[in-house]
């Protein structure tokens, strides 16, 4: 089994990335997440960029190591650091139970 997965260092909400397998451009609007009916956890939920969302369909769940390349970073001010060092980085191994995201001690308690 692959070691725990580490949340620090991810990209804020409103990102701009180009990815390693898609040609346009996406926008990242959410971070640790899983698509309905995966129980994998990616680090990013996106859309097409200048786009937007448009249907659920056209979402892109991807993980870092998919980012090829990031033309903005997002805004960033004292709620998103507070929130990057009060929760992400301190998140500990997630899992997928009953359809909800929890933390693998706390599901094993």
């Given at each position: 089994m692959a070691g725990k997965k580490?949340?620090?260092?991810?990209?804020?909400i409103?990102?701009?990335?180009s990815l390693t397998d898609t040609d346009p451009y996406i926008l990242i609007c959410g971070r640790i997440v899983c698509a309905e009916g995966d129980e994998r956890i990616y680090d990013y939920v996106g859309c097409l960029y200048p786009e937007g969302i448009g249907k659920d369909d056209?979402?892109?769940?991807?993980?870092?190591?998919?980012?090829?390349?990031?033309?903005?970073?997002?805004?960033?001010?004292?709620?998103?650091?507070?929130?990057?060092?009060?929760?992400?980085?301190?998140l500990g191994e997630l899992e997928i139970?009953?359809?909800e995201m929890v933390e693998k001690e706390a599901a094993d308690e």
């Open positions: 580490d949340y620090k260092g991810l990209l804020p409103g990102s701009v990335v056209e979402l892109v769940f991807f993980d870092r190591e998919a980012v090829e390349q990031v033309y903005f970073i997002g805004y960033q001010d004292e709620y998103e650091l507070m929130y990057r060092t009060e929760v992400l980085d301190k139970i009953d359809g």
